[in-house]
């Protein structure tokens, strides 16, 4: 039986890329989740106007991969310390969100994040927002596994 879970950490691209090369996880989809804008388009959650964070969807298997793995995945592909920018990425649409699908994801990353915070030594504060999930709207087939086909459309002669 498979499991959803929903994360922004950022540019979706790089995010879905590195859910995917995890054991356990069946299936990664881009989109945009969070905001008040029905059905965006990447157009309109670029101009930082609907609420919506570009996020990925992640079906996985738990008895391979638990939540809390993948939340502790999650807080490592990223810098979860900076409010809405990831890199040279700026706006809400970049801000770390955990996206809790059941009470007990949002239990799950709580402890997660607090643990995560209780080893930084008082360090820069983690930012992340844990919220119930909304609803996610798929983006765009372009930028399903963007990196993916851009990568090997480099090597075509």
């Not at 039986?1 to 090369?21: I, N, S």
Request: one cysteine or more.
């Amino acid at each position: 039986m498979t499991e959803t879970a929903t994360f922004a950490a950022g540019c979706f691209w790089g995010v879905e890329e590195r859910f995917r090369k995890l054991p356990g996880v069946e299936d990664v989809e881009v989109g945009y989740t969070g905001g008040w804008k029905p059905d965006p388009t990447y157009h309109d959650v670029c101009t930082d106007e609907t609420g919506h964070a570009e996020a990925v969807r992640v079906r996985f298997d738990p008895a391979v991969i638990p939540y809390e793995q993948l939340v502790t995945a999650f807080f490592a592909m990223h810098d979860p310390t900076t409010r809405n920018r990831q890199g040279p990425d700026v706006g809400a649409q970049y801000r770390s969100a955990i996206f809790a699908e059941t009470p007990e994801q949002e239990a799950t990353a709580r402890v997660v994040l607090e643990r995560l915070q209780a080893q930084r030594d008082g360090n820069r504060q983690i930012v992340t927002e844990i919220v119930p999930a909304a609803d996610f709207y798929r983006a765009e087939d372009y930028h399903q596994r963007y990196n993916e086909k851009h990568h090997q459309a480099r090597f075509i002669f």
